[in-house]
């Protein structure tokens, strides 16, 4: 069974830049098959697709926030990163790593989550 | 890009039926997945491929694509059904491919 679990600072300034690492177990990022991604979710909104990376560092991102979004694969550490820079107030959200399926394209395993608030 | 347009609230007293519907432009002719979020917790995938269950979710959730619309059906409502069901497709024609229905909140009376 393949788990996901989010880590990396709770708290961010604004303006700053927004990392979090996702640390893969039960299975390798390296074996292929599936496209590894973030989504977030403001406060009791829905959800919002940031993008996706697949172990070959192949990326796909959200065009509303291409501009500042990067995300990384570690295949030694079987880990992905992402990075949000010049955050804001509106970037408050829960942020999940997840597995995106690559026949269907869903997203069958999540990390529990993390939420990060921007606030000076 | 491609919209997913969701009712944002579902009522049904215990052990009757609820059905959710996701509507798009010719849905039908993309893949659609369910999740199912409960206060606090992530998304759980309970159908993905129109109609196919993961392991472990029980019989009395099923799905249907046609058309404009998919259904997210759930049978012999329980108590512990009540969440935030989501909808989700991957439209490869879309610089934003994948895209989520806006949610429907069930509440069991």
């Known amino acids: 069974q393949v788990q996901l679990q989010e880590s990396g600072p709770g708290l961010v300034k604004p303006s700053q830049t927004l990392s979090l690492t996702c640390t893969v177990s039960?299975?390798?990022?390296?074996?292929?098959?599936?496209?590894w991604s973030w989504i977030r979710q403001h406060p009791g909104k829905g959800l919002e697709w940031i993008g996706y990376?697949?172990?070959?560092?192949?990326?796909y991102y959200n065009p509303s926030l291409k501009s500042r979004v990067t995300i990384s694969v570690d295949t030694s550490k079987n880990q992905f990163s992402l990075k949000l820079s010049s955050v804001t107030a509106a970037d408050t959200a829960v942020y999940y790593c997840?597995?995106?399926?690559?026949?269907?394209?869903?997203?069958?395993?999540w990390g529990q989550g993390t939420l990060v608030t921007v606030s000076s | 890009s491609y919209v997913l347009t969701q009712p944002p609230s579902v009522s049904v007293a215990p052990g009757q039926t609820a059905r959710i519907t996701c509507g798009g432009n010719?849905?039908?002719?993309?893949?659609v997945h369910w999740y199912q979020q409960k206060p606090g917790q992530a998304p759980v995938l309970v159908v993905y491929?129109?109609?196919d269950r993961p392991s472990g979710i029980p019989e009395r959730f099923s799905g249907s694509n046609s058309g404009n619309t998919a259904t997210l059906t759930i049978s012999r409502v329980e108590a512990g059904d009540e969440a935030d069901y989501y909808c989700?497709?991957?439209?490869?024609?879309?610089?934003?491919?994948?895209?989520f229905g806006g949610g429907t909140k069930l509440t069991v009376l």
């Open positions: 997840a597995s995106l399926s690559g026949s269907y394209y869903y997203l069958d395993y």
């Open positions: 039960g299975g390798s990022i390296s074996s292929g098959g599936y496209y």
């Open positions: 990376i697949y172990y070959s560092g192949s990326t």
């Open positions: 010719n849905i039908g002719s993309k893949s």
């Open positions: 491929d129109d109609s």
């Open positions: 989700q497709v991957w439209d490869s024609s879309s610089d934003s491919p994948v895209v």
